[in-house]
C-alpha cells in the first residue's frame, strides 16, 4: 500500500549574513599631518621674519647722564644671544618643516613606509618641541625684561622707548609658541598613527 504521508518541506535555510566590513575611519591622518606641518612652516618663518625685522633706532640719554646730552642707539636682535639662539632655532625648525612635509606627502603616494617615516617623526617631533620651547623661553624672558626690567640687579625696562622693537619680540615669540603646540599635536599624531597601523 502506497504511503499517503508527505514529505514535510523544511523552511530554506537562511542564508548567513556576509561579515560586516571593518568600519574604517574617515579620518586621513596624513592629509591632516602635511597640512600641520606647513602651518608649522609658516609659523617658523613668519617668526624668524618678524624678530630679524624687529631693529629700532632711537635717541636715548647717554648711559649714565639721564640728564646730559642723547645719543642714537640702534636695538636689534643680534644684540642678545638669547635671541641670536632663538632665530637659529625656528631658521632650523622651518628647514625641518619642510623636509618633513615632503616625507609626508611620500607617505600618502607610498604607504609602504608609512612606519618607518612614523617612527622618525614620532622621535623628531619631539626633538623639535624641546627646541622650539626652548628657544621661545629664552626669547620671552628677553622681552619680559625689556617690558618689566630687574630692579634687583639694575636693568631697566626698555619697552617704554624701542616701543616697535618690544612689539616685534612679542609677536615673534606668540608664533614660536604657535609653532611649539603645533609640534606637539603632530608628535602625538605621528604616536597615534604608528600605534594604529601596528595594531592593524
Not at 613668519?46 to 647722564?65: A, E, I, R, W, Y
Amino acid at each position: 500500500m502506497e504511503s499517503t504521508d508527505k514529505p514535510i518541506a523544511l523552511p530554506p535555510k537562511a542564508e548567513a549574513a556576509p561579515p560586516a566590513a571593518a568600519a574604517k575611519c574617515p579620518f586621513n591622518y596624513s592629509v591632516v599631518d602635511v597640512a600641520l606641518r606647513v602651518l608649522l612652516f609658516a609659523a617658523s618663518l613668519s617668526s624668524v621674519v618678524v624678530m630679524v625685522t624687529s631693529k629700532q633706532t632711537k635717541l636715548v640719554p647717554m648711559p649714565g647722564f639721564p640728564t646730559g646730552p642723547r645719543v642714537t642707539i640702534p636695538a636689534k636682535f643680534n644684540h642678545s644671544p638669547a635671541l641670536i639662539y632663538f632665530i637659529a632655532a625656528l631658521s632650523v625648525t622651518g628647514l625641518y618643516s619642510i623636509i618633513t612635509t615632503l616625507a609626508s606627502i611620500s607617505i600618502i603616494q607610498k604607504p609602504a613606509y608609512s612606519k618607518s617615516f612614523l617612527l622618525v617623526f614620532a622621535f623628531l617631533d619631539v626633538v623639535f618641541v624641546g627646541i622650539v620651547a626652548s628657544a621661545t623661553g629664552a626669547a620671552g624672558d628677553v622681552g619680559y625684561i625689556g617690558l618689566k626690567g630687574n630692579s634687583h640687579v639694575g636693568w631697566t625696562k626698555i619697552c617704554g622707548v624701542y616701543d616697535k622693537f618690544c612689539r616685534h619680540i612679542g609677536s615673534s615669540v606668540a608664533l614660536s609658541l604657535f609653532a611649539a603646540i603645533l609640534l606637539v599635536f603632530l608628535s602625538m599624531m605621528s604616536t597615534f598613527t604608528l600605534y594604529k597601523r601596528i595594531r592593524d
